[in-house]
């Protein structure tokens, strides 16, 4: 499925004047608008669309055209979709995609259309830019691992969780996030005693539940959308009496919105990401004003999809201003004038690595009932900008391995 948007044009709802008949630039957004995800993919489109709105639709004065290439969080139809805007389309920029495996297809592909530039949107799989760079891939966010700073030395220090078990889909973004909350919870002294890797779209969870062990501490979900309502839901429903622990996705807004009991099980969970609903700073505060504006059909506060399809879009607009629009030259102004990007953002300042990866501010966060009766995500506390090897010597950091389902352990 494929749209396209003038976004000029529909911000205004008038011609575009004389100024601004240029030349549109055609942007590439990938979104997962399919699929178990499809209401994250919708939330990723809202962020992109209100950064371009902040640009009032377009950069000296070429209109943002958008063409929108759907996927369901597959790394097969990512591919599918970014060839389409690339190859069919005749896209310069792609934004996107949103998980994973999704991001690996994306840049590897990249590899082989050196003249197009393509930045993140959510993929949290760490190697979309730690390991073998692509010098045309951006990420102005953070990944899986990042996502996770802090929460193992407060399951440790403030919770008193020594033992683990761990529910996470089996794909790269999730092997991402273990790693991240693993890398500091083993060096406390914790252990993880048990890890469950299902499916992306499982619905029966009775055997993940019946393997977590007895006498675990705590169990870590990092499951997302329908994934963790599904297993949220059946835990409670089972009498699951171990504390739950978050993933960045586990207890984002398309879960904390799920009407019915399953509140009673989610509030109080600890958590940790790029976003903190209840962030006081007038950053965010503005953020969230300015998307509930916008979007009468959007969550109750933005998820962190909102926010990072925001983040990376202003960064690919605040590129394109620093040149005129001018990618002419294959990108390659362009691509110099992303690397030297600071950002200041709803959720703190941005900049990138060596890499062309996000360093920026984490939230360690927890589950509350506002006055409303809704439920967001409150800060316990803030781990001020976070690079990508978590703090740790970069030597260190990449002999530690590739992640995945076995890497690391706690031994």
Known sequence: MKKIIGLAALLTGTALSPAMAQEAIKIGLLATLEGPFTVLGQDAQRGAELAVKKFGGAVHGHPIEWVIGSTDASPDSALAAVRKLVEKDGVKVVIGPLSGDEGMAVKDYAKSHPDVTFINGTSGAQDFTLRDPVE??????????QWMAGLGTYLYDTKEVRTLATVAEDYSYPYTQVFGLMAEFCTKGGKVVSKSWVPIGNKDYSSVIAAIPDDVDAVYVALGGADAVNFLTQYQQSGGTAPLVGGSLTVEQSVLGVQGTLRDTVIGIPAAG??????PAPEWQAFVADYKAAFADGFPSPSLFAQGYY?????ALTGLDAVDGDLSDGGAKYRAA????TL?????????DAN???IADNFVTQVVENADG???NEILFVQPQVNQTLGIDPAAFMAM???GRDNPTCE
């Open 136 to 145: 045309n891939v951006f990420r102005f966010t953070t990944d899986g691992a």
């Open 274 to 279: 790029p976003i903190a609903d209840n962030n």
């Open 311 to 315: 983040i990376n879009t202003m960064a």
């Open 338 to 341: 992303l690397s030297s990007l």
């Open 344 to 352: 200041d953002t709803p959720t703190g300042k941005l900049s990138l």
């Open 356 to 358: 062309r990866n996000g």
């Open 374 to 376: 809704t439920l967001s």
């Open 401 to 403: 391995g590739v992640t």
